[in-house]
């Protein structure tokens, strides 16, 4: 690897960290030596690139820190371009316009040479089979996981059984051609996986949920690493 990619690749993996890495870490990720990863970084720090160490602990990027865009590689190109085709494809119609927005804002400032990975890509995602149709304001349900807002709603399970519930939503998922929305649960007290298509009613409340929904996240991502399984459906 050349020293210039190698610097590049630094920084890169400072920004994915969740916190302090050290140069064992990175050198073991980048196949290189301790030695090499600490000229490198102090290389970078005499650039002016915010990184913080502190011996026994570990290296840190600060936040705010980027680079220019022009310095994504094919493989980032071709992830965008996959992902922005799944959306185009399935997910609802304002997101549909914004991945289809990010492709052309990609597409204007990177590389001529990475043009066509964006404009004739060799990733790609099969046809999307007609959707199980529901009417869900699938925007404001994403807007009100981000807010943390409750939902009461009507729903009808796999049996046919009916029910209504107040929920707190934290993350709006695609399964196959099933949307769904994950959310905790104030009937069983538990996390529920809810199909939109079986929702036979939907009110959007302005009353927020104690938590932040971000810490649902977290906490719905431990339980099912607890489990080794998908969170139950709901029932």
Known sequence: MRRADRLFEIIQVLRRASGPLTADRIA????????????DIDALVAQ????RGEAGVGYVLDRGFDLPPLMLTVDEVEAVAL??????ANADTALARAAHSVLAKI?????????????DPVVGTPP??????????????????????????GYVDES??????????????????????????????????????????????????????????????ATMGERHAVVQPAG
């Not at 992902?83 to 185009?88: H, I, K, T, Y």
């Open 48 to 51: 002016r690139v915010p990184i």
């Open 160 to 221: 046919g059984s009916v029910s209504e519930r107040i929920v707190r939503p934290f993350m709006v998922g695609y399964v196959a051609t099933v949307r769904v929305v994950m959310a905790w649960c104030e009937l069983r007290q538990d996390f529920r996986i809810f199909r939109t298509d079986r929702l036979t009613a939907i009110e959007f409340l302005d009353q927020r949920y104690p938590e932040r929904s971000v810490a649902l996240r977290r906490r719905w991502l």
């Open 83 to 88: 992902g922005a085709q799944w959306v185009l």
């Open 128 to 153: 999307a089979r007609e959707r199980n149709g529901d009417q869900i304001d699938v925007a404001r349900l994403r807007k009100w996981c981000r807010e943390g807002r409750k939902l009461a709603i």
């Open 28 to 39: 073991a990720e980048l196949e290189t030596s301790k030695r090499t990863i600490y000229r």
């Open 107 to 119: 597409a204007a400032i990177v590389p001529e040479e990475l043009r066509p990975v964006i404009d």
